[in-house]
C-alpha cells in the first residue's frame, strides 16, 4: 500500500498520457498525421478547469463530457479544410493551430495569460483515469473488424482505392479527427484536475511531440500499442532516473536523451513498435 | 447504360483522350484496345473518376457523371480494377473482399460497439460472401494470407474479387491478365463471360488481344487519343487503320490482330 501511494503520481500520469497517445493514434489509424492534438488538449484542461473553478456544484463526469466535447466540435470546422492536406502538409498545419490555441491562451486576461489557472481542486481519482482509458481502448477495440473499422484500415492503406471502393474518406477522417480531439480534450481536463493548475506552457509542440513518439514506440499497428508506449516512455526515465544523476544528468535533459535514443531504437528495429514485440520473438522461435 | 459523347482530356497541351464517344450497353463485355500511350488507362480514370474531363459528356444509365468523385461513382455502381495492382498491401485476401463490399454494407457501429447481434450476423455474412468472391476467382485457400504476400497473378484476381464484392454494374478492368500465365489469363477470361451474363458490363483494356478477341462483344480502338475504330472483334481485326496503328503505316499484312 506504501509502494502504492509513493506511485500514485506516476501511475496517473501513465493514464494521461496513455490517453494521450491513444489520441494521437485515432488520426493515424486512419493514415492522418495530425499534430493538432496539444490544442485540443489546452482547449479541454481550460474548459474542465474553468467549469470547476467558476461552477463547482457541477458534477465531474458533466465537466469531462464537457472537456471532450467542446474539442471534438472545434475539430469538425477546422478538419475539413485542413484534412484536404497530405503527409508533412497536414503537420504542420495542425502544429500551427496548436501554437494558435497556445499563444491565444497565453494573451487571454480571463485565463490569468502566461500564469494560468491555479488551484484547481484535484478531482481525477485514479478509477476515473483508468475507466476513461479503458473506454477509449474498448471503442478502439470494437472498431477493429467492423465495417467502419474496415474503412479506416483501407484509408489508411490506400485512400485512391478506398474512394473507389465507396468509402466517403473525408467523413471517416473527419470522424476520426475529432474522435482524438476529444480524447486529447479529456486527458486534458483529468491532468487539469490531478495536478491543480493549468498554464500554456504546459500545451507546447513538445507535448505533442511526446504524445506522437509514445505512439510510435508502443506500435500504431494495434490499438493497445500507445498504452505500452505511454507506459514504457513514463516509466523508465524514472527508474533510470538515479543512473542518469550518477552520470551527472539531470531528470529533465536525461529524459529527453532517453525518449531520443529510444526512438531511434524503435525507428530502425522494431518499425511496428514495442506492441509488435511478442509477434516477432514468435516467428524467430518457430523460423 | 455507359456512354461517352466527345470526351477529352488534355493535360497541358497533350490531348490524353482526344474527341472519344462510344457506349458500353448492359451485359456486354467492351474491349478498349490500342498500342501504348493510346489513353486507355486515362479513358478508365476519367469514367471512375480520377480525373474531370476537359470537355465532353459521360453518362451512366442516363445521368450525366463526369467529373464526379469516385466514391459517388462506385455508388452509383462502377468499380474498378488497377494496371498498377492496388490492393490494401497489409490486409488479408479476404479482408481486401471484404472492404469491396463497403457499399453494401448496412452496418452501423454503434449497435456493433455493444455486441448487437444482428451486426455480427452481418458480419459473418459479409466474410462469407467474401470468402465465396475468393473462391470464384480461384483463391479459396489464399483468403489468410497478406495481400502483400501474394503472387502477381493472384493479386490482380483479389482485386477483381475486391471490385466484384460491390456487385457492380459496371466493372473497369485494366489489363486483367497482365503478369498471368496463359491458363490463368484463360481462367480471368472465363470470368469476365460469367460476370457478363450475370447482366453486369465489362469495360475490359487489355493487351493480350487473342484474348480480347475471343472475349469481347464490341471493341473500341484507341490511337494517340482518338477513337480509331469500332465494332465487333472480327470488324475491327479487318480494319485497315487499326491495322496501320499496330503494325506501322505501310504494312498491307492482315496480322491485326495478332501482334500485341
Given at each position: 500500500m506504501?509502494?502504492?501511494?509513493?506511485?500514485?503520481?506516476?501511475?496517473?500520469?501513465?493514464?494521461?498520457?496513455?490517453?494521450?497517445?491513444?489520441?494521437?493514434?485515432?488520426?493515424?489509424?486512419?493514415?492522418?498525421?495530425?499534430?493538432?492534438?496539444?490544442?485540443?488538449?489546452?482547449?479541454?484542461?481550460?474548459?474542465?478547469?474553468?467549469?470547476?473553478?467558476?461552477?463547482?456544484?457541477?458534477?465531474?463526469?458533466?465537466?469531462?463530457?464537457?472537456?471532450?466535447?467542446?474539442?471534438?466540435?472545434?475539430?469538425?470546422?477546422?478538419?475539413?479544410?485542413?484534412?484536404?492536406?497530405?503527409?508533412?502538409?497536414?503537420?504542420?498545419?495542425?502544429?500551427?493551430?496548436?501554437?494558435?490555441?497556445?499563444?491565444?491562451?497565453?494573451?487571454?486576461?480571463?485565463?490569468?495569460?502566461?500564469?494560468?489557472?491555479?488551484?484547481?481542486?484535484?478531482?481525477?481519482?485514479?478509477?476515473i483515469l483508468w475507466l476513461t482509458v479503458l473506454a477509449v481502448l474498448f471503442v478502439l477495440?470494437?472498431?477493429?473488424?467492423?465495417?467502419?473499422?474496415?474503412?479506416?484500415?483501407?484509408?489508411?492503406?490506400?485512400?485512391?482505392?478506398?474512394?473507389?471502393m465507396g468509402i466517403e474518406t473525408t467523413a471517416y477522417k473527419l470522424a476520426m479527427f475529432s474522435f482524438g480531439a476529444a480524447i486529447a480534450g479529456i486527458a486534458g481536463a483529468l491532468e487539469a484536475h490531478f495536478t491543480f493548475i493549468v498554464s500554456p506552457s504546459g500545451y507546447s509542440f513538445g507535448r505533442v511531440v511526446d504524445m506522437l513518439v509514445q505512439a510510435i514506440v508502443g506500435g500504431t499497428a494495434y490499438f493497445v500499442g500507445p498504452v505500452i508506449g505511454a507506459a514504457f516512455l513514463t516509466l523508465l526515465p524514472e527508474a533510470l532516473r538515479e543512473a542518469g544523476s550518477r552520470v551527472g544528468l539531470s531528470p529533465g535533459p536525461f529524459r529527453l536523451f532517453l525518449n531520443g535514443v529510444i526512438l531511434l531504437a524503435v525507428i530502425l528495429y522494431l518499425p511496428d513498435g514495442i506492441a509488435s514485440l511478442p509477434r516477432r520473438l514468435r516467428r524467430r522461435v518457430r523460423g | 447504360m455507359l456512354a461517352l459523347h466527345n470526351v477529352l482530356r488534355a493535360f497541358g497541351g497533350v490531348r490524353?483522350?482526344?474527341?472519344?464517344?462510344?457506349?458500353?450497353?448492359?451485359?456486354?463485355?467492351?474491349?478498349?484496345?490500342?498500342?501504348?500511350?493510346?489513353g486507355k488507362t486515362t479513358l478508365l480514370n476519367l469514367i471512375s473518376g480520377f480525373i474531370a474531363p476537359t470537355s465532353g459528356t459521360i453518362s451512366f444509365e442516363g445521368r450525366s457523371v463526369g467529373g464526379l468523385a469516385p466514391q459517388r461513382l462506385a455508388a452509383l455502381g462502377i468499380s474498378r480494377t488497377y494496371q498498377?495492382?492496388?490492393?490494401?498491401?497489409?490486409?488479408?485476401?479476404?479482408?481486401?473482399?471484404?472492404?469491396?463490399?463497403?457499399?453494401?454494407?448496412?452496418s452501423p457501429f454503434i449497435p456493433r460497439l455493444f455486441f448487437s447481434p444482428a451486426a455480427r450476423k452481418e458480419e459473418e455474412a459479409a466474410r462469407a460472401r467474401a470468402l465465396e468472391g475468393l473462391s470464384r476467382v480461384g483463391l479459396h485457400g489464399r483468403a489468410l494470407t497478406t495481400a502483400a504476400n501474394l503472387s502477381y497473378g493472384e493479386q490482380r484476381r483479389v482485386e477483381i474479387a475486391r471490385a466484384l464484392g460491390a456487385a457492380p454494374k459496371l466493372l473497369l478492368l485494366d489489363e486483367p491478365t497482365a503478369g498471368m500465365n496463359p491458363p490463368e489469363a484463360h481462367e480471368v477470361g472465363r470470368l469476365v463471360r460469367e460476370v457478363a451474363r450475370e447482366g453486369r458490363s465489362v469495360l475490359l483494356v487489355e493487351h493480350n488481344v487473342r484474348l480480347v478477341m475471343e472475349l469481347c462483344d464490341r471493341i473500341t480502338?484507341?490511337?494517340?487519343?482518338?477513337?480509331?475504330?469500332?465494332?465487333?472483334?472480327?470488324?475491327?481485326?479487318?480494319?485497315?487503320?487499326?491495322?496501320?496503328?499496330?503494325?506501322?503505316?505501310?504494312?498491307?499484312g492482315a496480322e491485326g490482330g495478332g501482334a500485341a
Open positions: 506504501n509502494l502504492y501511494l509513493a506511485y500514485q503520481g506516476l501511475i496517473a500520469f501513465v493514464g494521461i498520457n496513455a490517453l494521450l497517445a491513444l489520441s494521437v493514434y485515432a488520426t493515424l489509424s486512419c493514415g492522418q498525421l495530425s499534430l493538432a492534438n496539444a490544442g485540443f488538449m489546452a482547449i479541454g484542461a481550460y474548459t474542465g478547469a474553468l467549469l470547476t473553478l467558476h461552477a463547482p456544484g457541477i458534477p465531474f463526469a458533466a465537466v469531462l463530457l464537457a472537456s471532450a466535447l467542446l474539442p471534438a466540435l472545434i475539430a469538425l470546422p477546422l478538419g475539413l479544410p485542413v484534412l484536404r492536406l497530405r503527409g508533412v502538409f497536414l503537420a504542420i498545419a495542425t502544429i500551427g493551430f496548436g501554437e494558435v490555441v497556445r499563444l491565444g491562451f497565453v494573451n487571454w486576461d480571463y485565463t490569468n495569460g502566461a500564469l494560468g489557472l491555479v488551484a484547481i481542486p484535484q478531482r481525477t481519482k485514479p478509477w477495440g470494437r472498431l477493429r473488424g467492423s465495417r467502419t473499422g474496415y474503412a479506416l484500415e483501407a484509408i489508411r492503406e490506400d485512400e485512391m482505392a478506398a474512394r473507389t | 490524353a483522350v482526344d474527341d472519344a464517344s462510344f457506349t458500353v450497353e448492359r451485359g456486354e463485355v467492351h474491349g478498349l484496345i490500342g498500342p501504348n500511350g493510346a498498377n495492382i492496388r490492393l490494401f498491401a497489409g490486409l488479408t485476401a479476404l479482408d481486401n473482399v471484404v472492404v469491396g463490399q463497403h457499399l453494401r454494407r448496412r480502338v484507341l490511337n494517340f487519343g482518338k477513337v480509331i475504330a469500332r465494332g465487333t472483334p472480327s470488324e475491327v481485326a479487318r480494319d485497315p487503320a487499326v491495322i496501320a496503328a499496330y503494325l506501322g503505316d505501310d504494312s498491307g
